[in-house]
């Protein structure tokens, strides 16, 4: 019996409501126990709740109540704006999935998602991204957005993910779009034209670059002024060989979009294609002037002064290359030890050679701004227009027929702060910046001393004081000046994007690779994209041609192709999705200056208001004989309401009773009286409750409360030495002990067990699940392959050996039979090392990153692990099948004490057999199993494999270090370091699965698994019939709910099935499968409520054998009974009853459809009773 929680929803008509009924609406306040708002300053229309500097305000004086949320709603805005800082991105996520789960229905649901949307697209969650995208886009109320730039945003996170395919489909869209702002037009073209340009799998080379130039032209049809489009026009040019066309494209983006690092980094490249070396230097030099941390360029820099046999000038810019705050490969790193090594041998070697071919690197650091750059950028420099002006009408010596294509490369960053941050720096800058040193003590002291007594100085003295001032003020100055430019870099972005400008690109140019001296024969590795929005760029091809010659056969000894490829792509990780953090930034500081501005008052009326509606009388009895009267929506003293504007207070108060009452607008007639619900009714009496409640629309929770569920507190924290406890294991020796009822209660009641001995006790052919067999089996059968890379189990580390959280892979496909012979040819390898080991001949390599020694500094090899095999198919597949149901009765795929056996549908990988096939090194990552069902995993061999596992109630901890880390919990991929676990004071269980071993892992514990051998492993998920699990996975059901994940178990469904089914004689479990029927009901007749206030008709459909549960398309909540289909694109989509709202408030369009008779599912609900246990003799 927890504290009774309250929610107040009131759903107003936002169209066509006056200034003067918003304010005459009375608004309720929400406190919380630990929060007072009494102190705040008062206004007559306005509730405030501070959380964390966080608040949201909500059109037309529409409220946002609900349990512990922040709120700030005001009549008149426009918006629903987030307020905090973006590295408290994660407490404005949590509050927005907040107003999303405790009010599905709310009115600017569209706001939330685009800010959801944005968030998760910072945070390389696109899947996430495009969820909430999606889910505005579908909403037909206003927002801040326009439907094509929502679009666009779409297109490009499904450019992001490598869906190329559907990417150009959804760019190509905005050609005939009718109505599109220009702007937005052009962005979309510009990415179309790039995509073309990058993307292999678009077709023919010759094709797609024609179309490149054509989309980008196209683009710049529409918006002439966009330097990015420019630039990248230019790069087409170059590719195709048409030097001058590059060239003037280059010039049009310098004058339209002023300084930009990249494009003088191209036109480097270009210069130096084209043996003008000293023209390359000076758009090189440029470049780096422009950005400091330009790795690119300072790369290209060095291999242009390696060329002209100036090693000592190459090293430097190699060094100011490693800069990027982004990490650096070890190849580049390589290259700088071998400079070092031979930079005494090179120094002799070129003594008696020629005059230096180009300047030294200080000498030209000081040379003149090319013409087109101070034409643009006159407050940069004073020195006269120099000789050697890079650009001119006929570039100098520039032959098509000799010209390298350039490589594909990242885009032009048109970030307005980094335009204004170049204005500031003058060409004769010094090439670094120190800053200046502080006085110390003794110098302060003299400084004292010598101002005291300054009438009577000396010449020396003087000058001794003059120093000390002179750096005294430089000192401060710095100081002054360091402040100023956080503060800009703070305030700086502008509010465009919400203000109605469609997508700019704020993109900073540190850390760009934009066109590396390297040949066009660049491979396009899946997942990477060269997105003008994102500056996510393709991989380039590591092949040494085209190189300058001195360089290949450095590259040929020192540098491999995979070296090579990392260090193209080393900078480029952290930008697929930099726009979307940039666009955060500017919605947060451009409203956190308005928002100190307007005056925000909460004054004694209002407290006076909200204490009236909250002592709206609510009663606890249970409902007897209720009357037709009171509940029917056809009663004649009870006029008929608007389901727009009614509000609904529920108050729950226990898991199996349930209150609501109704308040109705001042001008209608008083409420029903409020009523009870329990599940000690019959299922028509809680109908019957229920009618007439549900008008306004009400969707409510299947946990009994609509407080948000939350990740666990840690339990009390234990001492270091029991933090790594023995892992509960049983040895099975016949099969009568592998049967025992102790086995399974001993598996119920603990996180993890080994049950070691299981295939030879009951004499289980493991042999069919073996490689050999499998091929034999079905060959072409699909697997999903990730790509990995090979580490210790205890360890997880970046390229660049930091220490991480985050276990990045890639997905591909492939067939049983070429995984197998994969697998061979990884064993064979690794024998053929331990032979060479064995004879002194084998050096250290990258297979031996097993071992954590050294692991820092070496390069991991990369692997492939064969994943979610299907064995689902009984014709395909009979004989493995059937050797399963040999295991105990709780660990079988299909039992009837296995919840999951009865929820009438299949589930891939849940109630179904699935086989993964795995190499040394291959990892499962961490997670909970799916609404936090058991599972069962059985060690086909031949090797072992290494499980780490955590207890259910330590997953909040687990939660909140995936936060820390920058990784989403559910959708993420994470390897959890133990050090990070053991600091928490998590425990965490270490064992090793030996072939034939079966691993049972309990409901809600969290594990990860790393093969330790070559093996093959076979697993499924089982649900226990208890409370314990049943509570675990409904909790699960709901927290995915606030997360917006998709629970692929559907409770409801199950719940419905279990009291078909089974009987029950626990009286807890039973309690709460029955509260869950209780409130399924409650649902169903409040949905009924409000499809009959809108006059529409409810047609029978039915429920076919074995037909999968429904799901809405938008939000992936279950849909259980009445489905609202809407027919798109000649298909029929099911949506929820809210989603559905948000697309037609009155569901114009929509067929109302039901799946089950009312008078049956009463039926069941009351049948489903107790059963009375009868202990055996």
């Not at 980094?265 to 230097?281: E, W």
């Not at 492939?864 to 064995?871: H, I």
Request: hydrophobic share 30%; with cysteine; aromatic share 8%.
């Amino acid at each position: 019996m927890g504290k009774n929680c309250e929610l107040s929803v009131r759903w107003r008509l936002m169209n066509g409501c006056d200034e003067e009924e918003s304010q005459a609406s009375q608004v309720n306040q929400s406190r919380t126990s630990d929060q007072s708002v009494s102190d705040l300053p008062a206004h007559p229309d306005t509730v405030y709740a501070p959380w964390h500097g966080l608040q949201l305000r909500a059109e037309r004086g529409l409220p946002l109540r609900s349990h512990n949320l922040p709120v700030f709603c005001q009549p008149g805005t426009s918006h629903l704006y987030l307020t905090a800082n973006y590295p408290e991105s994660d407490r404005a996520t949590r509050a927005f999935q907040q107003v999303l789960y405790t009010e599905p229905g709310f009115r600017r649901a569209n706001e939330i998602h685009i800010r959801l949307g944005l968030i998760h697209k910072s945070l390389h969650n696109q899947e996430a991204s495009v969820k909430h995208f999606r889910q505005a886009l579908n909403d037909s109320n206003k927002c801040s957005l326009s439907k094509a730039q929502i679009r666009l945003h779409i297109a490009h996170l499904l450019e992001i993910q490598g869906k190329y395919k559907q990417a150009k489909e959804a760019y190509e869209q905005f050609e005939k779009l009718e109505g599109t702002e220009p702007q937005v037009k052009a962005t979309a073209l510009k990415q179309l034209g790039w995509l073309y340009h990058i993307t292999e799998q678009l077709g023919d080379k010759n094709r797609r670059e024609g179309l490149a130039v054509h989309y980008l032209k196209e683009s710049l049809a529409s918006d002439n002024s966009n330097g990015q489009t420019w630039y990248l026009l230019g790069r087409c040019f170059s590719t195709l060989g048409k030097v001058h066309d590059a060239f003037v494209s280059y010039r049009n983006s310098i004058d339209k979009s002023e300084a930009s690092a990249d494009t003088w980094c191209s036109i480097g490249v270009l210069y130096q294609q084209q043996n003008q070396p000293m023209d390359a230097l000076q758009a090189y030099i440029c470049a780096v002037q422009l950005d400091k941390t330009h790795t690119a360029a300072w790369t290209d820099l060095g291999i242009l002064y390696e060329n002209c046999e100036q090693p000592k000038d190459a090293l430097t810019c190699y060094i100011n290359a490693t800069r990027n705050k982004g990490g650096i490969s070890s190849s580049l790193t390589t290259k700088i030890k071998y400079l070092q090594q031979h930079s005494d041998s090179v120094a002799v070697q070129h003594l008696q050679s020629k005059q230096k071919k180009l300047p030294s690197i200080e000498e030209a650091w000081a040379l003149p701004i090319p013409a087109e750059l101070t034409s643009r950028q006159g407050t940069i420099s004073q020195h006269p227009m120099g000789k050697n002006a890079m650009l001119h009408s006929q570039p100098m010596g520039v032959q098509q027929t000799t010209l390298a294509p350039g490589s594909a490369g990242v885009m032009l960053p048109d970030d307005p702060l980094n335009k204004k941050k170049a204005l500031k720096r003058p060409s004769s800058e010094p090439l670094e910046l120190p800053a200046p040193p502080p006085l110390s003590p003794q110098q302060l002291q003299l400084l004292h001393q010598l101002q005291q007594n300054e009438a009577s100085l000396s010449p020396t003295q003087r000058q001794q004081l003059q120093g000390l001032h002179h750096q005294m003020m430089r000192y401060q100055q710095y100081q002054i000046k360091v402040h100023q430019q956080r503060a800009a870099e703070q305030g700086q972005r502008s509010a465009d994007m919400l203000n109605g400008m469609p997508l700019p690109t704020p993109i900073t140019s540190s850390g760009l690779l934009p066109h590396a001296n390297i040949p066009d024969n660049a491979t396009q590795s899946q997942g990477d994209t060269g997105t003008p929005l994102a500056s996510s760029v393709p991989s380039e091809s590591s092949s040494e041609a085209g190189l300058p010659k001195d360089l290949q056969k450095f590259v040929t000894d020192h540098l491999n192709e995979t070296d090579l490829s990392a260090l193209l792509n080393s900078s480029r990780h952290d930008l697929a999705t930099s726009i979307a953090e940039d666009l955060l930034a500017q919605f947060t500081q451009s409203q956190s200056t308005s928002v100190k501005k307007e005056p925000s008052a909460l004054n004694s009326q209002q407290s006076s208001e909200s204490s009236q509606q909250e002592n709206t009388p609510i009663s606890h009895d249970s409902v007897k004989n209720p009357s037709p009267g009171k509940h029917s929506s056809g009663s004649p003293r009870e006029p008929r309401i608007d389901p727009t504007q009614v509000e609904y207070r529920v108050k729950c108060d226990s898991d199996t009773k349930l209150v609501i009452s109704r308040n109705v607008p001042r001008s209608h007639s008083p409420p029903p009286a409020p009523f009870n619900i329990s599940i000690n009714m019959k299922g028509r009496e809680v109908l019957a409750a229920c009618k007439g409640y549900g008008k306004g629309g009400i969707t409510t929770s299947m946990l009994g409360d609509r407080c948000p569920p939350r990740p666990p507190s840690p339990p009390y924290p234990l001492p270091k030495d029991s933090l790594n406890p023995p892992t509960p294991s049983v040895y099975l020796e016949t099969k009568k002990d592998a049967f025992s009822i102790e086995l399974q209660q001993y598996c119920y009641s603990q996180p993890v067990v080994v049950i070691r001995g299981l295939a030879g006790a009951l004499k289980l052919d493991l042999g069919l699940f073996s490689t050999k067999s499998l091929v034999e089996a079905n060959a072409d059968h699909a697997v999903e392959v990730r790509t990995q890379r090979q580490q210790a189990p205890d360890e997880n580390r970046d390229l660049y050996g930091n220490r991480l959280w985050r276990c990045d892979s890639s997905r591909g496909r492939t067939t049983i039979a070429r995984y197998a012979q994969y697998q061979a040819s990884s064993f064979q390898e690794s024998l053929r090392e331990e032979n060479e080991k064995a004879k002194g001949l084998h050096k250290d390599s990258d297979s031996d990153s097993n071992s954590s020694s050294g692991a820092k500094g070496r390069k991991k090899k990369t692997i492939k692990f064969g994943t979610n095999v299907d064995l689902s198919d009984e014709k395909k597949w009979k004989p493995q099948l059937q050797e399963l149901t040999k295991l105990p009765a709780f660990t079988k795929v299909v039992s009837a004490s296995n919840l999951l056996s009865h929820v009438g549908n299949t589930i891939l990988g849940m109630n179904t057999v699935q086989l993964y096939m795995k190499v040394p090194g291959s990892r499962t990552p961490g997670h909970q199993e799916n609404n936090n069902f058991c599972s069962v995993n059985i060690n086909i061999g031949p090797g072992d494999c290494e499980w780490f596992a955590v207890p259910e109630s330590y997953w909040g901890v687990i939660h909140n270090l995936c936060e820390k880390n920058n990784v989403n919990y559910l959708t993420g991929s994470w390897w959890p370091m133990l050090e990070d676990l053991y600091e928490e004071d998590v425990p965490v269980y270490r064992f090793i699965q030996k072939p034939g071993d079966l691993v049972w892992v309990g409901a809600g514990t969290v594990h990860w698994v790393q093969a330790i051998g070559w093996c093959n492993n076979i697993a499924w998920n089982v649900g226990p019939v208890n409370a314990r699990q049943f509570q675990l996975a409904l909790e699960r059901y709901e927290w995915n709910k606030l997360q917006s994940y998709k629970s692929i178990v559907p409770m409801v469904h199950l719940g419905w099935n279990i009291a078909r089914n089974l009987n029950v004689s626990e009286p807890k479990f039973f309690e709460q499968v029955k509260s869950c029927l209780m409130r399924s009901l409650r649902q169903i007749r409040f949905t009924l409520d409000f499809v009959e206030e809108l006059g529409l008709e409810v047609k029978w459909h039915g429920r076919g054998e074995n037909e999968a549960a429904h799901y809405c398309n938008d939000c992936e909540v279950e849909v259980f009974d009445i489905l609202f289909v809407l027919e798109q694109d000649k298909k029929f989509i099911v949506h929820c009853q809210d989603c559905a709202r948000k697309i037609h408030p009155r569901l114009e369009g929509f067929v109302v459809l039901k799946q089950y008779q009312t008078a049956q599912l009463c039926e069941i609900f009351d049948r489903f009773q107790l059963a009375h246990h009868v202990p055996t003799s």
